[in-house]
């Protein structure tokens, strides 16, 4: 139990953590500045500020909320536990937001602080998603169960109240499940939020939140559905606003919105529409990247909406371009016949995309990946793409799957990152396939395809001084530092405490060493990229014909001949859906000579069409006018 340090007057401390995971060699990987403020720790943290303000525990016994995101914050676990005591000994460490691969670095957080009598509380997707999937509990969870820590599943919206008063008492309890009742989301009073303190330490203007949960879509390798269901819960627009209010008052003006697929929130419309209001009447200037699916462009006035109500980038779960694996995945609803006709609208309002490519699908390996890379640097008039180990992530069909038919997957959670194999593959051996996905980079991010992506966004009006910053970002995490584009941060930390439980404490020459001399090799590599990547967009700017650059990725789809675009022939699996979706188009009167359909903005304008309403293209301009140093992701 907690030593009890007298005080003036007792203070309940609640100290919320998001933590990190752990690199190859076993540190906590962590930077000076991390890649964006976590929309977990912000739900979480503004419920418990809610709760204080509310004085849950009576006015005698105060509330302290302090948040922490490892990613760029040290976690001393010994000053935890002091400033508990410190405060009259009542307190609790919630664990926030905690992914698979970041449970056994949660696990070793906890560890310290339960041997110095410290309550402790794991939630988010791991736990949640194995409470949702498996019929019993993991080993790792049970072992964590074993130090005493309690566990958290399901969405804290409706249950965070009961764990601070049982936390009061001393009375945790070792698992609460909250996964069979989805909270209502729409009005609830402390929407995320996250002070700018917090968020200076994050990269950009940057914050995020969720405008909804939930997605109707069935894909085996998705999480999301099982944990947080495939109805649509959303936020009412005032709601929203109130987020964005909050945020501009302290000035965040930036924001990514986390829903998976903010094009099936059932409110997207009346969600854009308030902040249409806000941009164009009240003169609020806010931005947002969002995540849509490859259909968003067939919603009436989706994508024109989202331009006015100032996205500028959007993530696309594009996931593979052979239909053969999209149906093994049941991706059923990522038609290949609709990728460039989807990617062509966003290039028309000039939003730049980045689309989520999966590796390691049945019917990959290392050659038909390379060939199906070379068919989407040819035909897609894609900005960044960016590659994930296909990954039975606990809380997906595909774990409980393997799971439950006994098939290996590796044990050690922290590798559960997207980034590393963890499992059998029927025609790639272990080591194909992890350097399949370590080629994978490269082999879209070459110099002639930079040089492509470039001129394809300078002829369709995107930014190039927004876009040079993020195709840096993505094309050069891999290469420069190893991890993921979404992982990296600016100037990696490392302690030579922090280390894996379990691994040995380095010798300070052996650890320093090499710490320096990897700094001394990744600034090297950045500056060389950068000015590199600047040469590319200089050339680009300086074509007098830039402008008018044309290619087979920028040409709709109509005015040339499907049989020859390599997307729709290249194997039997692709002429069948294609076939497909000539019949349903006819059959639907949507055909134009069996041809596949173009959607209408195409239709009339082109790909860099000008069908945009006046005030549209005030908010292109000006827009097109920034010069504020980009983030990487919005
Ligand atoms: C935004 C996002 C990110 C952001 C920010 C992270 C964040 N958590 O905010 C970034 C870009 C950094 C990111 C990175 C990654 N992500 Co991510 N991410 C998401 C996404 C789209 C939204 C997260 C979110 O805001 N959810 C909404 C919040 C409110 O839900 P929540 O996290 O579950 O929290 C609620 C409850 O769990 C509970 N709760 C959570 N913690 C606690 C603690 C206590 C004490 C209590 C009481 C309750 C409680 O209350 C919260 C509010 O209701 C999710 C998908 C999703 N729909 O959640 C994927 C998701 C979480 N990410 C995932 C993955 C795999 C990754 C990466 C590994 C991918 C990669 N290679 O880059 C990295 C890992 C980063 C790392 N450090 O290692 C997976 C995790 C699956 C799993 N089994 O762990 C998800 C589920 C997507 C998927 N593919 O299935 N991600
Ligand atoms: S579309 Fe995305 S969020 Fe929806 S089920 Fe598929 S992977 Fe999950």
């Given at each position: 139990m907690l030593k009890r340090t007298p005080t003036t007057k007792a203070r309940f401390q609640l100290i919320l953590i998001k933590p990190s995971h752990y690199d190859n060699d076993g540190y906590v990987v962590q930077w000076?500045?991390?890649t964006m403020p976590s929309n977990s720790l912000a739900a979480v943290y503004s419920l418990a500020k809610g709760a204080a303000e509310r004085e849950l525990l009576g006015p005698d016994l105060p509330i302290d909320v302090m948040a922490m995101d490892e990613t760029n914050t040290r976690v001393k676990t010994k000053e935890i536990a002091r400033r508990i005591a410190e405060n009259g000994g009542r307190g609790l460490v919630g664990i926030v937001g905690v992914q698979s691969n970041e449970f056994p670095r949660a696990v070793d957080i906890a560890r310290p602080l339960r041997e110095a009598g410290v309550q402790v509380l794991i939630g988010g997707f791991h736990v949640s998603g194995c409470l949702a999937m498996l019929k019993e509990l993991p080993g790792d969870i049970k072992e964590a169960q074993g130090l005493g820590v309690s566990i958290y599943a399901g969405e804290?919206?409706?249950?965070l109240d009961e764990v601070i008063l049982d936390a009061a008492r001393g009375e945790l309890r070792p698992l609460y499940d909250h996964m069979k009742h989805l909270p209502?989301?729409?009005?609830?009073?402390?929407?995320p939020f996250l002070p700018n303190d917090f968020i200076?330490?994050?990269?950009?203007n940057v914050t995020s939140f969720d405008a909804g949960r939930g997605c109707p879509f069935q894909c085996s390798f998705c999480t999301i559905i099982n944990v947080q269901g495939r109805k649509s819960r959303y936020r009412t627009p005032d709601s929203v606003e109130q987020i964005l209010r909050m945020n501009w008052d302290q000035g965040i003006n930036r924001f990514?919105?986390?829903?998976?697929?903010f094009a099936r929130n059932k409110d997207w419309e009346a969600i854009f529409d308030r902040i249409i209001k806000l941009r164009?009447?009240?003169?609020?200037?806010v931005r947002f990247c969002i995540q849509v699916d490859t259909?968003?462009?067939?919603?009436?006035?989706f994508i024109d909406k989202s331009k006015r109500a100032g996205v500028t980038r959007v993530f696309i779960g594009?996931?593979?371009?052979?239909p053969a694996n999209l149906i093994a995945a049941k991706?059923?609803?990522?038609k290949i016949t609709e990728y460039r006709k989807m990617l062509l609208e966003w290039k028309r309002v000039g939003i730049i995309t980045y689309a989520g490519y999966i590796l390691?699908?049945?019917?990959?390996?290392p050659e038909s990946i390379r060939h199906d890379l070379e068919i989407i640097k040819k035909e897609l008039p894609l900005d960044m793409l960016e590659f994930f180990i296909l990954t039975p992530l606990p809380g997906s069909e595909d774990h409980k799957v393997l799971h439950e038919k006994g098939v290996w997957m590796?044990?050690?959670?922290?590798?559960?990152?997207?980034?590393?194999?963890?499992t059998g593959h029927p025609k790639m051996t272990e080591a194909e396939w992890t350097e399949a996905y370590r080629t994978a980079w490269g082999i879209y991010y070459t110099d002639e395809h930079f040089e492509t992506i470039i001129r394809r966004a300078y002829a369709s009006g995107i930014n190039l001084r927004s876009l040079m910053p993020v195709l840096f970002w993505f094309s050069s995490a891999v290469p420069v530092e190893g991890v993921h584009p979404l992982q990296w941060g600016i100037f990696r930390i490392k302690y030579?405490?922090?280390?894996?439980?379990?691994l040995p404490l380095e010798s300070p020459f052996v650890f320093y060493g090499r710490y320096a001399a990897d700094i001394a090799r990744k600034l090297v590599l950045v500056a060389k990229r950068w000015r590199h990547l600047k040469r590319i967009v200089r050339k680009v700017e300086a074509d007098p014909h830039a402008k008018l650059y044309k290619d087979e990725a920028l040409t709709?789809?109509?005015?040339?001949?499907?049989?020859?675009?390599e997307l729709y022939t290249q194997n039997e699996a692709a002429r069948t859906a294609v076939e497909r979706e000539r019949r349903v188009a006819a059959k639907t009167g949507n055909g134009n000579g069996g041809k596949v359909p173009v959607p209408a903005g195409l239709r009339t304008n082109?790909?860099?069409?000008?069908?945009?309403d006046a005030g549209l293209q005030d908010a292109e301009l000006h827009i097109n006018e920034q010069n504020e140093p980009a983030s990487p992701l919005v």
């Open positions: 000076i500045r991390s804290a919206e409706e249950g209502d989301i729409g009005n609830i009073a402390s929407p200076e330490r994050t990269i950009g990514f919105i986390t829903d998976d697929n164009e009447e009240d003169g609020m200037d259909l968003c462009h067939k919603i009436p006035g594009l996931e593979n371009i052979n991706k059923r609803q990522n390691g699908f049945e019917n990959d390996t590796d044990p050690d959670m922290n590798k559960y990152d997207v980034e590393h194999v963890v030579r405490h922090d280390r894996r439980a379990g709709p789809v109509i005015d040339e001949d499907a049989e020859h675009m082109g790909h860099q069409g000008n069908g945009h």
